[in-house]
């Protein structure tokens, strides 16, 4: 059986790699509104879209953020809104050299049959979905499912969660888009880092199993790791070189070189946290280029210094810029603290 490549074959290629270059990262800013209503609540405002697009339009304009920044993953509101000055917010990420990308799945809903785990939805209409992101401008996507541990995982909720993905991925290829691949193991639990480990490594075996079932291309994927830890409530902590020395292992075992970046989430590690465990993977020479998507440790110090002030927009930005530069210096592996 001969499989059609997608047409868009050397773009994804070409856009992969651009996201996936040296010294630079994913700013995760796709929270959804429901999402944003609690990151704005934590500072005392109001989820309306103005106060959504101040704060969006404070992180796409820090001055020099692509120095640093490769890609920006934004929720569908965000692709088609303009700055406070009446900018398109895409045309100033493309001015920044970021390459805009976009959150496709729908959110979590339980999985029925299972231990109180949860599914992804999205599927249905993806296609045209995503024909349409790409005449907006954007050139990846994202589809987040996760996969906890003190539920399971069950052997169901990891072969949806697996299957889920290969499906979007195939789906996005199709349409131009680099999908970034995101089953994230939830940080909840008291287990240690052996089972995290254990987890990961049939997570990352069934999605590139269905991955390849799904023809998908691996040159033209990003994905989005946990990184492995103890659980959050664990007694157990683990050092930067002992998160390092167990990632990596499982990515040697499960993950191609064929597959241009690893962009890890920073799933509610502190900001020096997340930059130190990325550094310390980056001592050695890796496969793969070795980076963040970060939300939470790119953003938190930013959100609370702007607290909805105009005085302090700067502030924030440059917030936002110190750790932007921390953790590329960790991609680089010359993150010093
Ligand atoms: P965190 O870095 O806050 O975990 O968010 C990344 C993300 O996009 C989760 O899907």
């Given at each position: 059986m001969i499989v059609r490549a997608s047409a868009y074959a050397d773009e994804l290629v070409k856009t992969a790699k651009t996201v996936a270059s040296p010294g630079r990262g994913i700013l995760a800013m796709d929270e959804s509104n429901a999402t944003c209503g609690k990151r704005l609540a934590s500072i005392g405002l109001e989820n309306t879209e103005a106060n959504r697009q101040a704060y969006r339009t404070l992180l796409v304009t820090a001055p020099g953020l692509g120095q640093y920044i490769s890609g920006a993953i934004l929720f569908e509101e965000t692709l088609y809104q303009s700055t406070v000055d009446g900018k398109k917010i895409v045309d100033i990420l493309v001015e920044q050299g970021i390459v805009p990308g976009i959150k496709v799945d729908k959110g979590l809903v339980p999985l029925a049959g299972s231990n109180d785990e949860s599914w992804c939805q999205g599927l249905d209409g993806l296609a045209s979905r995503e024909a349409a992101y790409y005449q907006a401008g954007a050139r990846f996507a994202k589809w987040r499912t996760v996969v906890s541990i003190p539920n399971g995982p069950s052997e169901l909720a990891v072969k949806?969660?697996?299957?889920?993905?290969?499906?979007?991925?195939?789906?996005?290829?199709?349409?131009?888009?680099?999908?970034?691949?995101?089953?994230?193991?939830?940080?909840?639990?008291?287990?240690?880092?052996?089972?995290?480990?254990?987890?990961?490594?049939?997570?990352?075996a069934e999605t590139f199993y269905y991955m390849a079932e799904n023809n998908v291309m691996f040159e033209g994927i990003l994905l989005k790791p946990s990184m492995v830890t103890p659980g959050a409530e664990s007694k157990d902590k683990a050092t930067p070189e002992q998160v390092a020395e167990y990632t990596l292992k499982l990515l040697a075992r499960r993950i191609p070189p064929a597959v241009p970046g690893i962009m890890f989430l920073s799933g509610g590690q502190s900001e020096v946290e997340a930059t130190q465990n990325l550094n310390a993977m980056n001592q050695g020479t890796n496969p793969w280029h070795v980076s963040f998507s970060y939300a939470r440790a790119l953003q938190n110090t930013c959100l609370k210094t702007?607290?909805?002030?105009?005085?302090?927009?700067?502030?924030?930005?440059?917030?936002?810029?110190?750790?932007?530069?921390?953790?590329?210096?960790?991609?680089?592996?010359?993150?010093t603290s």
């Open positions: 949806e969660a697996a299957w889920g993905l290969a499906r979007y991925a195939a789906i996005s290829q199709d349409n131009g888009l680099v999908p970034i691949v995101e089953p994230e193991i939830l940080l909840d639990g008291e287990h240690g880092i052996e089972r995290t480990f254990e987890v990961a490594q049939k997570v990352w702007w607290g909805g002030r105009p005085e302090n927009i700067k502030a924030a930005q440059d917030a936002l810029l110190l750790r932007a530069k921390a953790n590329s210096l960790a991609q680089l592996g010359k993150y």
